[in-house]
């Protein structure tokens, strides 16, 4: 059987981040309810008990004292803190939690008394920490008439932002967010909540502005996890390692950075990756939320994996769909926070997928004679679809138990139906094949297989994959503008400066294969125009560059050798550049990008080497730079056979002599750059003050077919280092 190809990136170890539960989680209950309501100290839970019953009693007897109300309410919520089994009473019934009740007897008591701020803060306690209140419309409406009224506890305000935010009452929040930044607490809270409220009116400007004013503001434990529970839905492991020593000054700069990143990688406008990160939250917030108990939530624990299907394996695949494999009752991918469910994590990094087909499998009538398991169902199950640069994600997910959902909320591996035949060919051959066996079988002998016809190894196969599949889903993350088809476009940012006025340019090349793209017949030949959109950043300049040409080509004989089509681009660029892409559209949705965003900046020092420009005269492109062509090499790669030039430029601030040059190329092997050079020139080197062209000419053709790391250093007359430049190079 052939192995599935998992495309989009190597199979990674499973990582997995730090638990951080959602910012609005309250400390413990008891403590902030004794903080809140002045409970008593020192109460065991049997005095708890008592205390409550007495309340209870004195509320119902005087219900129209708000006091009353108030002193249930915050003895209740110590109650929930402690952990002690509810039972009904005052606006309680069988089954509600002391919290539910808490909250019920303190809506009571602001019913009464809008204007009663402990009643407000401890509602407010108790509703952020549930996250979902028993009644989330009744808490919100009594939290923004109360802080209407004046009340401007911290706990409060902050429920009227969050609260306000989740019933759409825009003004309201944008009301409670504002006396929250004045009063001068809980800044960065108030800032997330109003950048927010920016990208909701699609005004990302001041929601970028705000986001990042937030992490400037996070200068404690609690405010940094406001910050910390926005990143961990994008961010990678070792971004969120690395976030977690950053200096709280340099925070807010530090979350820029990966972000404009992003954008130039997505070949984006700058903002859209955050603001396509707000979007994605309100729709996983929606439509992804687990309703796990705050009990467990508080505890740290997670629900065990516990499949909704309660056939095994041998009775699915006799009695529903032949082709049908159940997944393990395990977890291959462990969920690390209790807010959302496995298709959230996925949504944040990835959005939308192209396809997503839910199917909910039932045993068939035709094939069950027992009256009490016929049309039993099996795991809702879904599958979705990406396709990024024209490589495949795919993502399986089942139903549990015990979640809140009736819906497929895990990742699973190793699952196999019919359902799959409209994502993945291979996939929905195994299952074709299991289904074919098994009616061979069935006719055979007259009676269906006891086990699954599927091969254990084409299982693994797949799961394995699925493995790869999961490890990216959840540890990478795009925002790119998918198109229908993929140009598989090769580019390369070159840095330089411009001889005569030593200003910064940059010079990208560019291939895309002719098969990829959209092409017209004409009188003179076949004919194709490809848009290029090119972004460049500089972080330490924090500045952001958009250069769009539209080229158009002639291919006069469609059945020549040429497979690519190559060009360049020239425009005003920085020596700092630090991330760089390059995107390319045609119509009937074709599209395809290249980037870099770990681009290392040119030396800024009192001598400094631009990047390194490759050409071959036998790939016919060739760049004049105010002089000689300068050939290159746009697809990054060079015929060892040819004659291979270099060009690179030597900017000095003075008059060098007596400089010594080395060129060295280092092969790569399985990723690794080998300590020694395959081979190396040396050549004496004089530079005058200011922009230096050099334009080597090296022979290759003993070398090894493969990949290299070039890389030119420049010496003076006492051997000291002065600066080096490095880049890769295909030989063919």
């Not at 407010?124 to 009594?142: G, M």
């Not at 693994?460 to 999961?470: C, F, K, L, N, S």
């Not at 490890?471 to 330089?496: C, K, P, Y």
């Amino acid at each position: 059987m052939i192995r599935l190809v998992v495309a989009l990136m190597q199979a990674l170890p499973v990582q997995h981040f730090p638990t951080l539960e959602h910012p609005g989680t309250a400390p413990a209950l008891r403590s902030a309810a004794d903080a809140i309501c002045d409970n008593p100290a020192g109460l065991d839970r049997n005095q708890l008990l008592a205390r409550e019953n007495r309340l209870a009693i004195d509320a119902a007897r005087a219900s129209s004292q708000a006091a009353g109300w108030l002193a249930l309410g915050c003895a209740r919520a110590a109650l929930d803190g402690d952990g002690a089994l509810s039972h009904d009473g005052p606006l309680m019934v069988v089954g509600n939690s002391w919290a539910t009740g808490s909250e019920r007897a303190l809506l009571k008591a602001l019913a009464i008394d809008p204007r009663n701020g402990r009643a407000a803060e401890a509602l407010a306690t108790l509703a952020l920490d549930d996250l979902e209140p028993d009644d989330v419309a009744a808490t919100a409406s009594a939290i923004v008439k109360a802080t209407a009224a004046g009340v401007s506890t911290p706990a409060a305000l902050r429920a009227c932002d969050e609260l306000a935010l989740r019933t759409g009452d825009i003004a309201s929040a944008r009301r409670c967010v504002a006396t929250g930044l004045a009063r001068g607490s809980d800044s960065t809270w108030h800032l997330i909540r109003r950048a927010r409220l920016d990208f909701r009116s699609a005004d990302t400007v001041s929601g970028t502005r705000d986001f990042l004013a937030a992490a400037g503001a996070a200068h404690d434990t609690a405010a940094r996890s406001e910050i910390d529970w926005q990143l961990q839905w994008f961010l990678s492991p070792d971004e969120q390692a690395t976030a977690s020593r950053i200096a709280d000054s340099a925070r807010a700069n530090w979350i820029r950075d990966r972000l404009v990143e992003r954008d130039v990688r997505d070949g984006q406008p700058r903002g859209a990756r955050l603001a396509e990160h707000f979007n994605r939250l309100e729709y996983a917030l929606a439509n992804f939320r687990l309703e796990i108990p705050a009990a467990i939530r508080r505890k740290g624990g997670l629900l065990a994996p516990t499949p909704e299907s309660h056939f095994s394996p041998d009775s699915l695949h006799m009695f529903c769909e032949p082709g049908l494999i159940p997944a393990d009752p395990v977890r291959d991918y462990h969920r690390w926070q209790s807010d959302i469910d496995d298709r959230g994590v996925v949504w944040l990094r990835f959005g939308a997928p192209e396809k997503r087909i839910r199917s909910s499998p039932s045993c068939a009538d035709t094939v069950i004679t027992d009256p009490q398991t016929r049309g039993i169902p099996i795991n809702p199950r879904e599958v979705w679809y990406y396709e990024i640069d024209g490589k495949p994600l795919l993502l399986n997910f089942e139903g549990e138990e015990f979640d809140g959902s009736e819906e497929a909320t895990r990742l699973v591996t190793g699952v196999l139906g019919s359902y799959l035949c409209d994502v993945d060919a291979l996939r929905c051959g195994l299952t074709q094949l299991s289904i074919a066996d098994w009616k061979a079988h069935t006719a055979k002998h007259g009676t269906p297989p006891s086990s699954p016809l599927v091969k254990v190894e084409d299982i693994e196969h797949v799961r394995q994959d699925d493995r790869a599949y999961i490890s990216a889903a959840t540890t990478a993350d795009d925002n790119s503008v998918r198109g229908e088809r993929n140009i598989a476009i090769v580019s390369r940012l070159h840095r330089l400066w411009d001889p005569i006025s030593a200003a910064p340019i940059a010079l990208i090349t560019y291939a895309f294969p002719i098969k990829d793209l959209a092409v017209q017949s004409g009188g003179a030949g076949v004919s194709t125009t490809v848009d290029l959109t090119v972004r460049q950043w500089d972080r330490d300049a924090d500045r952001w560059q958009d250069t769009s040409v539209s080229r158009h080509f002639q291919i006069a004989d469609t059945g020549s050798k040429a497979t690519n089509l190559v060009g360049y681009v020239v425009t005003p660029s920085s020596s700092g550049v630090s991330a760089w892409s390059v995107v390319a559209t045609q119509p009937e949705q074709r599209r395809g990008r290249a980037m870099d965003v770990t681009t290392a900046g040119l030396d800024p020092g009192p001598v400094a080497i631009s990047d390194l420009v490759f050409g071959s005269s036998a790939q016919g492109l060739s760049w004049r730079l105010h002089g000689e062509p300068i050939p290159l090499a746009p697809t990054n790669a060079v015929d060892r056979r040819d004659t291979v030039s270099m060009y690179y430029q030597i900017r000095s601030e003075t008059q060098r002599d007596g400089l010594r040059t080395t060129v060295a190329l280092y092969p790569i092997r399985d990723g690794v750059v080998s300590d020694s050079a395959a081979l190396q020139v040396t050549f004496d080197q004089a530079v005058h003050s200011g922009i230096n062209e050099v334009a080597p000419i090296v022979d290759l053709s003993n070398l090894d077919r493969g990949s290299y790391r070039v890389e030119v250093r420049l010496v003076d007359a006492a051997g000291r280092a002065l600066v080096r430049r490095r880049a890769g190079l295909d030989l063919r």
